[in-house]
């Protein structure tokens, strides 16, 4: 089975432009989450997205924005690029399932690495 | 909210022998999940292990197992008969149960970078 993909893999913006990345989840899976990582603050939750809507939401500002298609898929959207937001990204699917007993794994693809200038 | 803390920046560790990385967490949950992840240089983080809570026997993987000691709230990470590919960073992570509004959420520790030499 194919892992979870994520394009680009690196991108270069100037601040005040405005970046989507995408995120390919395993076949199978229904949820989509996203992290930011950087030095500073480590590994942070961004949101989840499951059946095309927002499951979860971290503490991050309205700039950043996603949503997911009908076929699993994610994109991630930051608008109005700031210096602070350059960072790894990565998104991560697992199964979803929402009955016990399942740990609901998230597999992470390889990132999508932000510069912004 | 849960934290999770990682006390050790790095760690180093000759090929072949055997090293335990600390991981302890806070949660007032008495269901939950944890995990140790690899990040290789590549940054392509893969899991490399997972315990249930309510799981008493301790998970492994390999040459990879875990010390969970629920009511001290620590899960610490054993590698045995290092190999130079272990050489990454290793985050733990805390998951709450499903069905709870945090679900979804994974909650990592700082990491710790570990090296292997010859």
């Known amino acids: 089975k194919a892992g979870v993909t994520q394009t680009p893999r690196y991108l270069i913006k100037t601040r005040g432009q405005q970046v989507t990345l995408s995120c390919s989840p395993i076949?199978?899976?229904?949820?989509v989450s996203w992290y930011q990582q950087t030095p500073g603050q480590g590994l942070q939750f961004l949101f989840e997205?499951?059946?095309?809507?927002?499951?979860n939401k971290g503490n991050f500002p309205g700039r950043f924005s996603g949503r997911q298609f009908s076929n699993s898929r994610s994109e991630m959207n930051v608008s109005t690029l700031e210096l602070g937001d350059s960072a790894l990204y990565l998104c991560?699917?697992?199964?979803?399932?929402?009955?016990?007993?399942?740990?609901?794994?998230?597999?992470f693809g390889p990132g999508t690495r932000l510069t912004v200038l | 909210a849960q934290t999770v803390t990682q006390s050790q920046p790095e760690m180093s560790v000759q090929e072949a022998e055997t090293v335990t990385l600390s991981c302890t967490y806070d949660?007032?949950?008495?269901?939950?999940?944890l995990f140790w992840y690899k990040q290789p240089p590549s940054r392509q983080m893969i899991l490399v292990i997972r315990?249930?809570?309510?799981?008493?026997q301790n998970a492994t993987e390999n040459r990879f197992s875990v010390n969970f000691q629920k009511a001290a709230k620590s899960f610490s990470l054993k590698i045995s008969d290092s190999q130079l590919g272990d050489a990454a960073m290793y985050f733990c992570?805390?998951?709450?149960?499903?069905?709870?509004?945090?679900?979804?959420?994974?909650?990592f520790g700082t990491g710790t970078r570990l090296q292997v030499t010859l």
């Open positions: 991560a699917s697992s199964l979803a399932i929402l009955a016990g007993g399942s740990t609901d794994t998230q597999y």
């Open positions: 076949s199978g899976h229904r949820s």
């Open positions: 997205y499951f059946s095309e809507t927002q499951r």
């Open positions: 949660t007032s949950e008495s269901d939950y999940y």
């Open positions: 315990q249930e809570a309510y799981k008493q």
């Open positions: 992570a805390y998951r709450s149960p499903i069905n709870t509004g945090t679900a979804s959420k994974l909650t």
